[in-house]
């Protein structure tokens, strides 16, 4: 199945039924409209009975009819008067009535474990028009739409209406804004729905955000509102990283880590038998993403140093070729991972917590006080581990372990502070740049250390040239130069 996403970006009007069209060429010097073309379009919208999609912002169709006849899965985009678009052609599974599981797969986390069901069918009578620059090249194309829309939700019914809509091609956001003032002098007035399926289904329930947090706030606002921000990164990872998109199971794991931080972070302020199998839960979602995390990383590290040398064939094979194929396992395991029911419900334990957070003892204590409380805390057990650094002797299996232990106690340092930016104190800001410092430098180390037990381990399995053996002892003493120098950096500080 071939899948295509891109930038939708458009401007929607209501339009009185019949109202002619103003002549488009003007909008561009020198500019010309192409011939009319009419298309009837019709598509079967599916959400859950609920609308959870749709109340999401985000639609889910299958279309017949014009030129882009298949199935469309449209989100929403951080680009003003934009959403992206996934288009999935016609196949054999998509006419057995399915939706694709291409595009299951991209709404999963929000769907969960509600069931996909046509919830609309919109016909729609579309004349569309060119418009072209001086050269010859589409700029946008212009829809008159005459849409007749069915709700097939209890209590729905039939509405008829007219509409505009102007869509980009090749041209810039000057053009949008030009068609806008136009276009609303011909007779456009605003539209009264983001969608033709919001239009069909009538109003939707709004979402309800926490409340945002300032100086007077309680721990509790503190504490849901940090949680709100980390499950809605989680959830816009989740589609990315099922598709291996750059950086995203990285990010998704920060998510799960920044999140399951907040819950230990703050022990008294939700109560705990309702957080610790959510916080197990995240800690399992992490190791799950850190296993395709960490083979990434290794296999970049990986290309990186062979561009320095000139490294025979069954070195590029056992260290680029075998970690790639390893690496492609652990993403399908995090695929599957993200599809199971255990999974799923997490996501659903996550927005029950947010939405009806169980109070514990500080949960109305001064958000500030707690949070001072909490990164007091963390950085002790930090400086503790610091502390017991100096009774192992340098470079001893005990003293990296240690080491080890620092960038770990580091990190949890780090969350902590970062959750209390919405209350802030310079001291905070100041242990958590302290703590994020502690976190690179023995995060580099942390790295060749994982890197150099890989190399050795490829050196003892793997049959080797001589040659390669050769290549693969200078990448060891490379790795061992650069840990050396991350370690001395933070002795530094």
Not at 438 to 457: C, P, W
Request: some cysteine; hydrophobic content about 40%.
């Amino acid at each position: 199945m071939s899948a295509h996403e891109s930038l939708e970006i458009e401007l929607k009007f209501d339009v009185d039924a019949g109202l002619p069209a103003p002549d488009l060429a003007g909008l561009v010097p020198d500019g010309s409209v192409g011939t009319p073309q009419t298309y009837l379009l019709e598509a079967t919208y599916y959400d859950t009975a609920d609308t959870v999609l749709a109340r999401n912002r985000t639609t889910l169709r299958r279309r017949t009819g014009g030129i882009d006849s298949g199935w469309h899965l449209k989100r929403p985009s951080t680009v003003k008067s934009a959403r992206r678009e996934l288009g999935v052609p016609f196949d054999d599974a998509a006419f057995d009535g399915g939706v694709p599981a291409v595009l299951r797969d991209q709404v999963a986390s929000t769907v969960r474990l509600g069931e996909l069901v046509p919830v609309a069918t919109i016909t729609t009578d579309r004349t569309m028009t060119s418009v072209f620059d001086a050269d010859g090249r589409e700029l946008a194309v212009f829809c008159e739409d005459l849409v007749s829309a069915e709700s097939l939700l209890p209590g729905g019914g039939v509405e008829r209406w007219a509409e505009w809509e102007f869509e980009l091609v090749d041209g810039d956001r000057a053009l949008l804004t030009r068609a806008k003032a136009y276009l609303r002098a011909a007779g456009a007035k605003k539209a009264s729905s983001v969608s033709k399926l919001a239009r069909a289904i009538g109003s939707l329930p709004a979402v309800v955000e926490p409340r945002r947090v300032d100086r007077k706030s309680t721990a509790m606002d503190l504490v849901v509102f940090d949680l709100a921000a980390h499950r809605d990164a989680l959830l816009a990872y989740d589609p990315l990283a099922r598709e291996d998109a750059p950086d995203a199971i990285h990010q998704m794991r920060v998510a799960a880590r920044k999140l399951r931080s907040i819950l230990t972070s703050y022990p008294q302020v939700l109560a705990q038998h309702v957080v610790d199998p959510i916080s197990r839960e995240l800690m399992l979602l992490g190791e799950v993403l850190g296993d395709a995390r960490d083979l990434e990383v290794s296999l970049e590290t990986n290309e990186l140093m062979l561009t320095r040398e000139n490294a025979p064939v069954d070195l590029r094979e056992a260290l680029i070729e075998s970690e790639r194929i390893r690496r492609e396992r652990a993403v399908r395991s995090m695929r599957f991972a993200l599809s199971t029911e255990r999974y799923l419900t997490l996501l659903d334990d996550l927005d029950a917590l947010i939405t009806d957070p169980t109070p514990g003892l500080d949960a109305d204590s001064p958000a500030r006080d707690v949070a001072a409380e909490a990164i007091a805390a963390s950085y002790r057990r930090l400086r503790r581990a610091e502390k017991a650094l100096r009774g192992f002797d340098s470079w001893s299996p005990e003293w990296v372990e240690q080491l080890h232990t620092i960038r770990k106690r580091a990190k949890a340092t780090r969350y902590t502070a970062e959750s209390a930016s919405a209350v802030p104190r310079s001291s905070f800001k100041e242990i958590g740049s302290y703590a994020k410092a502690v976190q690179t430098h023995l995060g580099v180390f942390h790295d060749t250390a994982v890197n150099r037990a890989r190399l050795a381990e490829v050196a003892e399995r793997t049959p080797l040239s001589p040659a390669a053996l050769f290549v693969l002892g200078r990448l060891d003493a490379r790795e061992e130069s650069r840990g050396r120098k991350a370690v001395k950096a933070y002795r530094k500080l």
